[in-house]
């Protein structure tokens, strides 16, 4: 089970447009890529560089140095985690909000 604090620092590294597009390419590749990723991204090298950088950080995506170039893929056991955390948090804020009563009276549009 993931953290609170780990939750939240993959939260935000997902927390650009950016970074879920590289994401996206990554799972569309289905492999590791080499460079095929700045290739796609209309960002400057060095700008998807950072985004690889602090997705790597926050351990969705895994990365190697193959000669010049720096290969890439999502790292499932980050991916799998994130998405569990994700579905326990959801499923108990949903079932909070299910049972929950609406205020009624002047509290309500508080």
């Known amino acids: 089970m993931v953290d609170d604090q ?18 996206r390419v990554l799972a ?4 590791c890529v080499c460079g095929e990723v700045v290739e796609v991204m209309p960002l400057a090298q060095a700008t998807v ?5 602090i997705l790597k ?9 193959d000669g010049r170039n720096s290969c890439y893929c999502l790292d ?22 299910w049972t929950t009563p609406e205020p009624e009276g002047e509290e309500a549009t508080a």
């Open 6 to 23: 780990l939750l939240a620092d993959r939260l935000k590294a997902l927390a650009h447009p950016a970074r879920l597009e590289i994401l």
């Open 28 to 31: 569309s590749r289905g492999r």
């Open 49 to 53: 560089s950072q985004h690889l950088k």
């Open 57 to 65: 950080e926050a351990g969705l995506v895994r990365g190697r140095i």
């Open 76 to 97: 499932p056991d980050g991916v799998a985690g994130l998405r569990e955390a994700l579905d326990g948090l959801l499923g108990g804020l949903s079932a909070a909000a």
